[in-house]
């Protein structure tokens, strides 16, 4: 039986630091395998490759997520929406069932066969922080520095403002590439929107999404781009986007950047989930 420790710090690229710490989101999780066993009949999300820890992360923020499965060989990461409580753990050699916790944010103990070791402790920052100030008029952050994202990728993030929530999407990692300006919570919290160039109305699809932005809580969104199509979604497993937009014309970019920026009176705290490993 191996119990891991993850301990999830913030890199603090780019991030705003207050006194010696990173101004970001952080925690302790435990949890205790079940080796050679996997859950039957539960899994609704798959990401492969990917580490342990960040298997383990992406059930933390998914609300649907009850326990997952991680197999090494493979680095295959099964997200399960329920427990072995209510479903049958079959063999599987080459993987790991765990078990997960999320009123307390610790993962639950779970009887197993096999000899007892000592814990074996992983620090590692998987996640990235970014504080984002008020500022008129608006400049965007260029964030995610050492990751290709490509042409094709998704970014999960969570955002804790109280409106506008700017991304910027561009060919260059400053502005003047911004091809794609994703605004969320914008117009004092009422309306979100995706426009084809910064601070402009053209191209803009606007949709009404009232009180999307919570300045007290940390709140889930996504962003998938493909080949110049891009869609905006909320929560950590919503199969369907609140806003998309397909490519517009002329060339589509062969890199992309990723910017985010507040405005006015506005601070934002991001909280990017994937890419800092």
């Given at each position: 039986?191996?119990?891991?420790?993850?301990?999830?710090?913030?890199?603090?690229?780019?991030?705003?630091?207050?006194?010696?710490?990173?101004?970001?989101?952080?925690?302790?999780?435990?949890?205790?395998?079940v080796e050679g066993r996997t859950l039957?009949?539960?899994?609704?999300?798959?990401?492969?490759?990917?580490?342990?820890?960040?298997?383990?992360?992406?059930?933390?923020?998914?609300?649907?997520?009850?326990?997952?499965?991680?197999?090494?060989?493979?680095?295959?990461?099964?997200?399960?929406?329920?427990?072995?409580?209510?479903?049958?753990?079959?063999?599987?050699?080459?993987?790991?069932?765990?078990?997960?916790?999320?009123?307390?944010?610790?993962?639950?103990?779970?009887?197993?066969?096999?000899?007892?070791?000592?814990?074996?402790?992983?620090?590692?920052?998987?996640?990235?922080?970014?504080?984002?100030?008020?500022?008129?008029?608006?400049?965007?952050?260029?964030?995610?520095?050492?990751?290709?994202?490509?042409?094709?990728?998704?970014?999960?993030?969570?955002?804790?403002?109280?409106?506008?929530?700017?991304?910027?999407?561009?060919?260059?990692?400053?502005?003047?590439?911004?091809?794609?300006?994703?605004?969320?919570?914008?117009?004092?919290?009422?309306?979100?929107?995706?426009r084809t160039c910064k601070a402009c109305?053209?191209?803009?699809?606007?949709?009404?999404?009232?009180?999307?932005?919570?300045?007290?809580?940390?709140?889930?969104?996504?962003?998938?781009?493909?080949?110049?199509?891009?869609?905006?979604?909320?929560?950590?497993?919503?199969?369907?986007?609140?806003?998309?937009?397909?490519?517009?014309?002329?060339?589509?970019?062969?890199?992309?950047?990723?910017?985010?920026?507040?405005?006015?009176?506005?601070?934002?705290?991001?909280?990017?989930?994937?890419?800092?490993?």
């Amino acid at each position: 039986m191996l119990l891991i420790t993850l301990i999830l710090v913030c890199p603090c690229m780019g991030a705003a630091v207050v006194g010696e710490k990173c101004d970001g989101i952080r925690g302790t999780f435990e949890y205790f395998p079940v080796e050679g066993r996997t859950l039957s009949g539960s899994v609704y999300r798959r990401f492969r490759p990917v580490s342990s820890a960040t298997c383990g992360q992406r059930c933390h923020f998914s609300p649907e997520c009850a326990s997952f499965n991680y197999c090494p060989r493979s680095r295959r990461c099964d997200l399960n929406n329920s427990t072995r409580a209510s479903r049958e753990l079959i063999q599987d050699e080459f993987c790991i069932y765990y078990d997960a916790n999320k009123t307390t944010a610790f993962y639950s103990y779970i009887p197993g066969p096999g000899p007892t070791v000592m814990p074996h402790v992983v620090t590692t920052p998987v996640s990235c922080s970014y504080v984002t100030t008020p500022m008129t008029p608006y400049e965007y952050t260029y964030v995610l520095p050492h990751v290709n994202l490509g042409t094709n990728f998704r970014v999960n993030f969570s955002l804790r403002a109280p409106r506008n929530g700017n991304i910027a999407l561009s060919s260059l990692p400053n502005d003047s590439g911004v091809f794609y300006e994703i605004i969320i919570g914008g117009y004092t919290n009422t309306k979100s929107a995706i426009r084809t160039c910064k601070a402009c109305d053209a191209g803009q699809l606007q949709i009404t999404t009232n009180g999307i932005l919570s300045d007290a809580e940390d709140r889930l969104f996504w962003i998938e781009y493909n080949d110049g199509n891009v869609q905006v979604g909320t929560g950590g497993n919503s199969p369907s986007p609140m806003m998309s937009k397909n490519w517009y014309g002329g060339q589509r970019p062969s890199t992309v950047y990723v910017g985010v920026s507040t405005w006015q009176d506005a601070s934002g705290h991001w909280f990017f989930l994937d890419f800092c490993e």
